[in-house]
């Protein structure tokens, strides 16, 4: 195996950890930091996959570079809100929905 | 020859940037002259696309791979359309909107500004990292202004959101960094061709999977729904209306470009029979759900959910061999997509009128809305028109092109989903007519509001019955490319 395939592979499984850790964690600090793992997953497949015989490629170098930018301005734009629902709420997670669908099935009992 | 594809980016981005400049709240008057000129540039464009054909355009000189090409056919042109005669009345209603209800407005100019320079160049890209950096900007200015109203609700909605956007950003990305890792390109021109005449690989068929999922997610098509209707019901009414008609329709463009232009060797009748199915259960999940609703903003919302279905049925009905009928399944589902982004942007911009002169976002207390806001009334009547799909409606020769096409195809199942949609459509449709025919509830007192904030509503609806007479222009710009 060679050294871009296992990056690739490192890549994958943190994509995954990464995908299961945005959805099934219920704190929400967690939650961006798993989507911040996934993203280093991608970025990893991206860099990893990219390489032809051997020689690196810069167009996969500079993708990854604005992933990163945009990762970062997200996780920004994240942090920025979740501050903002715990000086409003008091709590990191989301609160409960008594409507929308939950209203449904509640109505139905 | 002036060439307005690079101004209808950077015209927006411009206004964006000068409007973050003037301020909180202000700079409505900036945003509100720099869209009548992108409404000419893309007049202006439409029309080179029907005389001249489709054609691309390097940014700043610099061809592919290195640089970034745009590339402009009939969808493109409709899309670029739609979204600035649907943003100009929007526009003008915010405006009006926000000069009586100023808490909310936070920095909804440059955030808009930034979400329609995303949106022009989305519909104008050519590669898929491309597509994912517009993607990733629309995401993150919906988001703001989701956010912009401030209290727990929207802010939590406003996570949610933010949150499902990432994982479906995340999933598009990884299948553009297998596509490009396996094939070596990331240009649509180069990669469509590659596709269709090499072997299928299973890193093709996974990076499919994961394009799709992700942008499925973006679009809320069911089971992925569940983070709309706290998003679109809780914002501000103008960001309501301007999320669910035309954000959502961004990526479902996306979804149909990808389907079609790039991963049409792999696609399978099961996949496409797939997502109508999903379609159907949107269709009548979200209906279902919108006539049990309370909340007035709300019911809208789920109306989306359940009308973001009938885009879907058109994947199933377009692999039918008879090629009348596949024909006739895209042309529906884009005359849908078109009328239905009209209308819900006349019905949200309706509900806000309502909500902000009742004070209050209930149902139950819009008795007497009859008397006391008729023309808003009307507009509420004349989107669910569409909705529902009577004639003369754009939404009536979506669906009976659709039923078209299904009858043709010989399909009936989706025959019998579309019909059931449409009377669930107008059940919840009348369920606020009637109310609002009703004598007013004791102790509520009706606000006077501006004259202005009912006409862009009405004109949007207008508009969405007049697609039903001038269907044939629309149906022409689509034919070419």
Redesign the interface.
Known sequence: MSGALIYACAGAVLFVSGVAGLILLPHLLRKILAFNIMGSGVFLVLVGLGQRDGTPDPVPQAMVLTGIVVAVAATALALALVRRLLSLTGKIQFPEEPEGAGRFWKNKQ | MFDPIPWLILLPLICGCLTFLTGVGRGGRLVLAGLIIQLVLTIILARQIVMEGARHYAVGGWGA??GVDLYVDGLTGIMLLLTHVVALPLVVYARAYFSSQAEGVGYFWPLTCFLLAAMNALFMSADI?NI??TL?LL??AA??LV?AA????P??A???Y??VT??GS??Y??G???L???Y?S?SLTVLGPLLATTEISAAACLAAMLMLAGLLLKTALFPFH?WL??AH?GAPAPVSALLSALVIKASFYLILRLWFDLFAPLVTTQAAQLLGGLGAAAILWGS??AF????LK?LVA?STVAQIGYLFLLFPLMTSAIPGASESALQGGVMQLVAHALAKAAMFAAAGVMVLSAGKDDIALLGGMSSHLPLTLFTFALAGITLMGLPPSGGFIAKWLLIDSAVSGGQWGWVVVMILGGLLSAAYVFKVLRQAFLPPVAGIKFKPVIRMLEWPAFLLALTSLLLGFRSVEVLNLLGVG
């Open positions: 791979p290195l990292f994912y950096v990733e995401g993150l988001v703001g956010a401030g209290s727990a609700g802010v939590a406003a996570i949610r933010l949150l990432l994982l995340g999933a990305l990884m553009v960094a297998l490009y890792g396996t070596g990331v569940f209707p706290p019901g279902i759900l049990t609703q309370t909340r709300m789920y």
